[in-house]
């Protein structure tokens, strides 16, 4: 049996729910969404309210120059009411649905019809309920309705333009209906333009002019599509803009922020699978699972949130990148995803940044009573594979080969050699030290070179 289709302004209206839902999940899965969304609601409502205020005042100047009676007080006091309206609905506004909003949005539009299809109480002339639509005041809706998409959402501003529409043709109706006429008015418009019968009904003043008022509810509708559907296409830009804050804000985990807008900007594919030089970088805690043994699950994970974070300062503060967290180990390489001359020594002054902030990590530790941690430290650099791997849904920037097998190693060579860093002699070749350098000399010691497990060759070591 085939499926029922639905018409199309059911159709219509399921799509725009589904929108909306697709917009709040989003918001919720990207922080940096609901913030921007936020922002944009805020700043645009607090914009819109000033320049209704402004807006207001201005045709409150205007006013007694149309209108130059004692009866115009009562539109300025209106006036003044509009304008505590605005400042009420900035009070109340929020991001997402809100009754409380929506409701001040509705009295602003019905308030606005009642008067523009009411006469003024205090006009001492007795004029049919009909003529005030030749005073077009329809046309400030038209500013509530522009002022509404710097505050408002898409949907909001086409439920402002459907309502004022509605009210309009409720309101034309009623005048119609029940609206005050003056007979005698009719009758002079009838002896004044005989035979001449459509300047005769366009001059009635007890006609309410049925084709104008359908014109001016149809333009409404069309103006209010129109801002709706520029509203849409703003929120998908905000929307848009804030995934790259996301995917930037990801960028910034891995990578120092000088990298980041390079990264961003650069139109070189970044995941392709090649071969280059680089230095790498492990570090790890050492004894941290009998640490994990014998402290609470809270003490382990305060433990590994400063650790890292000290870490991660001194990889990005010397260019580094890093690469992944291995539990309580961390790898960083220097010189990915570009290359550069300073990776090997960049690679050494973190490895000797992560010492010293270990150091002052475990005074702090000590003067609170704790016991000190003892880091190890591996660096070595040569070539390496780097590219994406994994399937095409769950992609990974990898960084992959001997060099970074043997620079893991040299971190694990640290427990036999007691000591708190191994950096291979290729490492201190590509940086441009040697036994005459002055830091090496005061930091590193130049040893007999070393036999890695799973491997055949020895290789010439430097330690801290």
């Not at 700043?43 to 007694?64: C, F, K, S, W, Y």
């Not at 296409?233 to 930037?248: T, W």
């Not at 097998?405 to 050699?417: D, G, H, K, P």
Request: glycine share 6%.
């Amino acid at each position: 049996m085939p499926a029922l289709r639905l018409p199309p302004p059911l159709r219509f209206l399921e799509r725009l729910r589904r929108m909306q839902e697709e917009e709040k999940q989003q918001a919720l899965s990207n922080p940096f969404l609901a913030q921007a969304l936020e922002k944009e609601k805020m700043e645009g409502h607090r914009l819109a309210i000033i320049a209704r205020t402004v807006a207001l005042i201005l045709i409150g100047i205007l006013l007694p120059f149309l209108n130059f009676s004692p009866s115009v007080l009562f539109y300025e006091a209106t006036l003044l009411m509009f304008i505590a309206l605005g400042w009420l609905q900035l009070r109340l506004a929020s991001v997402g649905y809100s009754k409380s909003e929506l409701l001040l949005i509705f009295a602003d539009v019905s308030l606005l019809t009642l008067l523009f299809v009411t006469p003024n109480p205090f006009l001492s002339e007795d004029v049919p309920t009909a003529f005030m639509y030749r005073f077009d005041n329809f046309i400030y809706f038209f500013i509530f309705l522009a002022l509404g998409t710097l505050a408002y959402s898409y949907r909001t501003v086409w439920a402002m333009g459907t309502w004022i529409a509605l009210l309009w043709l409720i309101g034309s109706l009623g005048v119609a209906w029940f609206g005050h006429m003056v007979p005698e008015l009719t009758a002079a418009a009838a002896s004044a333009f005989a035979g001449y019968p459509l300047v005769e009904s366009e001059l009635d003043p007890n006609s309410v002019q049925p084709g104008v008022r359908v014109q001016e509810l149809v333009v409404m509708l069309i103006v209010a599509a129109i801002l709706a559907i520029k509203g849409w296409r703003s929120n998908q830009l905000l929307m848009r803009q804030a995934n790259i804050a996301a995917e930037r804000a990801n960028l910034s985990r891995y990578f120092p922020s000088s990298l980041v807008d390079v990264l961003a900007s650069t139109d070189r594919d970044i995941g392709a699978v090649r071969t280059q030089d680089v230095a790498v970088l492990f570090t790890d805690i050492v004894g941290f699972t009998k640490y994990a043994e014998e402290h609470s699950p809270e003490d382990v994970m305060e433990l590994l949130r400063h650790y890292h974070a000290f870490v991660e300062r001194s990889i990005f503060q010397n260019g580094g990148t890093l690469d992944k967290y291995l539990g309580d180990g961390v790898m960083a390489t220097f010189g990915t995803p570009e290359t550069g001359p300073g990776d090997a020594a960049n690679a050494l002054k973190a490895a000797l940044q992560l010492i010293e902030e270990t150091e002052s990590f475990n005074t702090e530790r000590e003067a609170q009573g704790q016991i000190p941690i003892n880091v190890s430290i591996g660096v070595h650099f040569g070539p390496v594979i780097l590219g994406d791997i994994g399937p095409s849904r769950r992609l990974e920037f990898a960084v992959v080969g001997d060099t970074v097998n043997v620079a893991s190693r040299l971190e694990a060579s640290t427990r036999e050699l007691g000591c708190k860093c191994v950096v291979s002699e290729e490492l201190m070749r590509r940086a441009g030290l040697s036994d005459d350098a002055d830091e090496p000399a005061t930091r590193f010691s130049h040893r007999k070179p070393i036999k890695l497990r799973g491997r055949q060759n020895e290789i010439d070591v430097w330690t801290v």
